[in-house]
C-alpha cells in the first residue's frame, strides 16, 4: 500500500489526510475544507488544500477503495405478509447482496 509522505510539509500527514479526505467524500469546496480545519485551531489556506488535493488524492482514494468491503454472491430474501380485505397475502423481495465485513 502507498504510504502518505509528509516530509517537506509544513503539517503532519494526518492533517492533510483528514483535509483532502473531507474534500473528497463531501464534496465540499477548497474553502470549505479551510473554514473546517480553522474551527479546530488548523490555518491552512484553500490553496494549500487545493496542492493537496491534487499530490494526495489519487493515494487516498486508492486506500478507500482497497478498504471497501466487495459484495458477496449472496442475496437476502425478505417475506412481507400484507391483509388486504381481511385476506392475507404473502409478498417476497430480493434485496441488494449482503456485503462481506472484512
Avoid at 18 to 27: D, I, K, M, P, T
Avoid at 32 to 40: F, G, Q, S
Wanted: glycine content about 4%; proline content about 4%; aromatic content about 10%.
Amino acid at each position: 500500500m502507498d504510504k502518505l509522505s509528509s516530509r517537506r510539509h509544513r503539517f503532519p500527514s494526518i492533517v492533510i489526510q483528514q483535509a483532502v479526505w473531507l474534500y473528497f467524500r463531501f464534496a465540499l469546496s477548497y474553502r470549505d475544507v479551510e473554514d473546517m480545519l480553522a474551527e479546530h485551531g488548523i490555518d491552512v489556506s484553500y490553496e494549500t488544500v487545493r496542492r493537496w488535493a491534487l499530490k494526495f488524492g489519487a493515494i487516498i482514494a486508492r486506500k478507500l477503495r482497497r478498504a471497501r468491503p466487495r459484495p458477496d454472491g449472496r442475496w437476502q430474501l425478505d417475506e412481507v405478509f400484507v391483509s388486504i380485505n381481511g385476506r392475507q397475502l404473502s409478498t417476497e423481495r430480493c434485496k441488494t447482496p449482503k456485503l462481506n465485513s472484512r
